[in-house]
T-cell receptor, first 111, second 124 residues
Framework: QKEVEQDPGPLSVPEGAIVSLNCTYSNSAFQYFMWYRQYSRKGPELLMYTYSSGNKEDGRFTAQVDKSSKYISLFIRDSQPSDSATYLCAMSAGYGQNFVFGPGTRLSVLP | GAVVSQHPSWVICKSGTSVKIECRSLDFQATTMFWYRQFPKQSLMLMATSNEGSKATYEQGVEKDKFLINHASLTLSTLTVTSAHPEDSSFYIC????????????????????FGPGTRLTVL
């Protein structure tokens, strides 16, 4: 079993839809959870950063962490074509610990 | 804030030559910098971790003599691909982690990494 699992997609949705992206993990020591967005041939851009369990909202983006289920989610409301990208989840056990990345989910938002 | 730059953004070189890629944190000090490579439609693969002033730690399977990493200051790390071959053609991305800071809610934070825009290396 991989340490972090993520459905690679591609996931295609119509403009305006609510998008749900998910990752599962096996290491219960993970405490820091990140979501990155990566456009083609560009470096990843940090979208959301969450410590431990709970929800965090930033504009159209909501990140959820359920440590009991070892499951994290990123929700995108009112999706736009400009949201079309690969979304990577990443997690670490703490400062000084390396990140473990999911393989990424390719999202296409169709106009 | 939290901007990381990479130079060059795209490089083409002949087989057997060496290529140096620079990674700079522009508005923060980075105690740790990371180097990744990414093949098309694949996720990031960590190559090495470098801490300012000390030797880099390489991931299993990454040749340290081929991929030379120098982290000379808190804002600059370099990756040199020596004697490059076509199979080294890839997208190389660096990231930087800021100095740790404390918050009232989360305790020690600053675990996040900020990525550079990447360097596309093509070896002919």
């Amino acid at each position: 079993q991989k340490e972090v699992e993520q459905d690679p997609g591609p996931l295609s949705v119509p403009e305006g839809a609510i998008v749900s992206l998910n990752c599962t993990y096996s290491n219960s020591a993970f405490q820091y959870f990140m979501w990155y967005r990566q456009y083609s041939r560009k470096g990843p851009e940090l979208l959301m950063y969450t410590y431990s369990s709970g929800n965090k909202e930033d504009g159209r983006f909501t990140a959820q962490v359920d440590k009991s289920s070892k499951y994290i989610s990123l929700f995108i409301r009112d999706s736009q074509p400009s949201d079309s990208a690969t979304y990577l989840c990443a997690m670490s056990a703490g400062y000084g610990q390396n990140f473990v990345f999911g393989p990424g989910t390719r999202l296409s938002v169709l106009p | 804030g939290a901007v990381v730059s990479q130079h060059p953004s795209w490089v083409i070189c002949k087989s057997g030559t060496s290529v140096k890629i620079e990674c700079r944190s522009l508005d923060f000090q980075a105690t740790t910098m990371f180097w990744y490579r990414q093949f098309p439609k694949q996720s990031l693969m960590l190559m090495a971790t470098s801490n300012e002033g000390s030797k880099a730690t390489y991931e299993q399977g990454v040749e340290k003599d081929k991929f030379l990493i120098n982290h000379a200051s808190l804002t600059l790390s370099t990756l040199t691909v020596t004697s490059a071959h076509p199979e080294d053609s890839s997208f190389y991305i660096c990231s930087a982690r800021p100095r740790p800071r404390r918050t009232l809610i989360t305790g020690t934070s600053g675990s996040e990494q900020f990525f550079g825009p990447g360097t596309r290396l093509t070896v002919l």
